[in-house]
């Protein structure tokens, strides 16, 4: 339950506490004071809420945020929420270097940022099944399908990066290519389908009409026809997935005139629109 609905909650529940127990003949100021114990608890349960949390980011980080695109396109307010939720995640999920590579601030400061990037439509998902990141300096051969790979999402919660893929994803921000947004796009999927306490947040009807409608595009994909979403996306429906969403924050114009049903499906499933953020903000 976020913070705001649970505010709502005990006020409407104040009210109703306040007349029953009148009414039962229970002395007012016992009344009170078991109004003001439940609000106390309420406000330690916030505490620990990790969106309610003060952003702990430091000078140095908060000057890494500001060259993130995705946040320039934030309201002042957005941006508090942002960097609460960048804090969080910097701190709560454990990185780890690949082949000699050290971590860096910068590097927990962006991958966080994608993440937060993806689900800030949302009430905050923390990704709590994913709580280790691998980064490899640069692609990497895996053992298991004889190919370099760029990054992958593991079933047992890893998000495995190649740094220099991360970077030239990052760096060139229209080109419809992100690394960090395609795994995470996955992470976000499997997250979605694991039960917990972050589990089914993408809204059935929305996840229906996306399917929908994504169904038509990935069978025009696989039978090799042009489409404004690349053709890695025919591979299998995870990748168009994946694939959709790099195209969606990266290139929204371009893919809201070439597939504007498409684009208002992945809008509404994702509970953001980076067009209107855009069109705003620019
Ligand atoms: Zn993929």
Known sequence: MSPESLAKLYLFGSVGFLVVTIQLGVPPHIATLLLIATGVSGLAYLAYQPSFRKSKLTPEQKAILVDFDFYKTLTQIERLEFERRVSYLTENKEFMGRQDLVITDRMRVLVAATIAQIGFGFEFITFEDF???????????????????????????VIVLSWADFLEGFNISDDGYNVGLHEIAHALRLEDAIPGDEYHFLKEADLDAWNRIAEREYDNIRAGKPSFIRSYAGTNRQEFFAVCIEQFFEQPQGFYDALPELYKAMARLMKQDPLKRKRKYF
């Open 131 to 157: 709580d280790k990141i691998i980064i490899f300096p640069k692609a990497y051969y895996s053992k298991h399908t004889g190919h370099y790979h760029k990054g992958e999402v593991t079933s047992s919660g």
